[in-house]
């Protein structure tokens, strides 16, 4: 098989992600937090080449990097030009290059890190599937990871009244909006309990745009920087009620008021 995916030395594909490692390793933070979408994964010829291309590349960085893995890192793959040949199993792959779907970590004494596992779906048919696409791109979590992530910050909570909790994945459960959304299960009893364990930020990808979100009385209050697709507001505050139906569009100077 020609190999149009690596050589992540020069190839044309890496090019942007190469110099966003030369630029960590240059400023040197502590670590680096990663939100998944590391491969595309659509191709099962393809799909060990992007693997072994991304793990190559984050071993370059110079300073611990904490990953959590995105939709497309975790689907599962046929082959799409001719019969024959297995499926590939992202969740597999997924787990020999980089380890668990989800997981913790302190560090130094007052901060701790939760990676979440946001595209936590049953197995279904190899990818694409019609009229399936909440269940290809959005976020769903199992409550078995719900149950181990209450247990977690809890109890990284109670270790550390006044320390700092940060958690990870590629799906924002503030995200209620358009496509993409958390349409599964967890995403309210996980914004609660966000809450209620003091959370100080959670990082998350997946949109392809520039998003910030805060909770308010229980609601959202977001502001979108750069639009993905036609009919976001760029520059304004959005007021999202619980139920996820946008209820009033203002202006920065109005709603930041």
Request: charged share 25%.
């Amino acid at each position: 098989i020609e190999r149009t995916v690596g050589n992540p030395e020069n190839a044309e594909t890496w090019k942007a992600f190469a110099q966003v490692i030369r630029e960590i390793n240059l400023v040197r933070p502590n670590f680096v937090i990663v939100t998944g979408d590391l491969t595309f994964l659509v191709h099962d010829a393809i799909a060990p080449l992007e693997y072994d291309d991304a793990w190559r590349l984050l071993d370059r960085l110079e300073v611990p990097a904490y990953v959590a893995p995105g939709n497309h890192d975790l689907y599962i793959v046929d082959d799409m030009i001719a019969p024959g040949v297995n499926a590939i199993d992202g969740v597999k792959l997924w787990h020999d290059y980089f380890g668990p779907l989800y997981y913790s970590a302190n560090v130094g004494p007052d901060l701790h890190l939760t990676a979440l596992n946001t595209f936590e779906w049953p197995k279904l048919d190899p990818f694409p599937v019609e009229d399936e696409f909440d269940t290809r791109a959005a976020a769903q979590i199992s409550p078995e990871q719900f149950a181990w992530l209450q247990n977690d910050l809890h109890a990284a909570r109670e270790r550390s009244p006044k320390g700092t909790l940060v958690t990870f994945a590629h799906h924002d459960p503030s995200w209620m909006q358009r496509r993409h959304a958390w349409t599964g299960e967890y995403r309210l009893e996980t914004r609660d309990l966000m809450a209620e364990t003091n959370v100080g930020v959670h990082f998350s990808g997946h949109t392809h745009e520039d998003r910030v979100a805060r909770y308010y009385k229980g609601d959202v209050v977001e502001t979108n920087g750069r639009p993905h697709v036609d009919g976001h507001v760029v520059k304004q505050l959005h007021l999202l009620l619980r139920d996820g139906n946008l209820d009033t569009t203002h202006s920065q100077e109005e709603l930041g008021a």
